[in-house]
């Protein structure tokens, strides 16, 4: 496509449900990104996928937290038993490559009540 | 671990002044380094790569490896950039670390 798309734009939710975010990559961006970013807070790192390779999950707060991407298409978020604290914006972006930067999509917006 | 920092939350410069939004990183090696932007209502976009040396919207930034620096600067202000502004390095097979942001207000 010609952006980053991301679905639902906003999610409102009840504490304890699971919630799924979508994210479309640019065609051909090999690396994909998720990263949260809390009301007045920068951009926290969530996971990476980079082609085949085995994804850097180092930044998934807990073990609610996954994320799952099929070869270099779309990537799916899912948070179990939500909590007031994973409301956010979600954010996803692609990149072909380190010294390109990223593409990124507008973002999911989570509230958690 | 990598770190950026932006001192500034806010910075209201008037139109046209110049400008320097700072960003200060911590890494020992070869950093990719990024700025970018988030108008009002709009999606997070790449304002511009040190590694292009390029010059965007009347932009630039410098990397200064001896003070760990990436600094945007332009000399004179539009009303039209104000907006949030994110500096951002990559070290890591393209997992980028992100400042906290600086809100630039260019007043008329």
């Known amino acids: 496509g010609a952006g980053v798309s991301q679905s639902p734009s906003n999610k409102v939710t009840e504490k304890g449900k699971d919630v799924e975010l979508r994210c479309d990559p640019i065609s051909g961006h090999t690396a994909l990104y998720w990263y949260r970013q809390r009301l007045g807070q920068g951009l926290e790192f969530l996971i990476y996928f980079q082609g085949n390779s085995a994804p850097d999950k180092s930044g998934l707060p807990s073990d609610r937290f996954s994320a799952e991407r099929t070869g270099e298409s779309v990537s799916t978020l899912t948070i179990q038993r939500t909590q007031q604290e994973d409301s956010a914006v979600y954010l996803c972006a692609s990149s072909l490559g380190l010294t390109r930067g990223y593409t990124f999509g507008s973002g999911t917006r989570l509230t958690v009540v | 671990a990598q770190r950026v920092t932006q001192p500034e939350k806010l910075l209201s410069v008037f139109k046209g002044a110049p400008v320097e939004l700072k960003c200060n990183y911590s890494?020992?090696?070869?950093?990719?380094l990024f700025w970018y932007v988030q108008y009002s209502r709009q999606r997070l976009q790449l304002l511009l790569r040190h590694i292009s040396r390029e010059s965007i919207k009347g932009f630039t930034a410098d990397l200064n490896k001896g003070e760990t620096s990436f600094h945007l600067k332009k000399p004179f202000a539009q009303e039209e950039d104000s907006a949030m502004y994110y500096c951002a390095l990559s070290v890591n097979a393209g997992k980028s670390t992100f400042g906290d942001g600086t809100t630039l207000t260019v007043k008329p």
């Open positions: 890494y020992s090696g070869s950093p990719e």
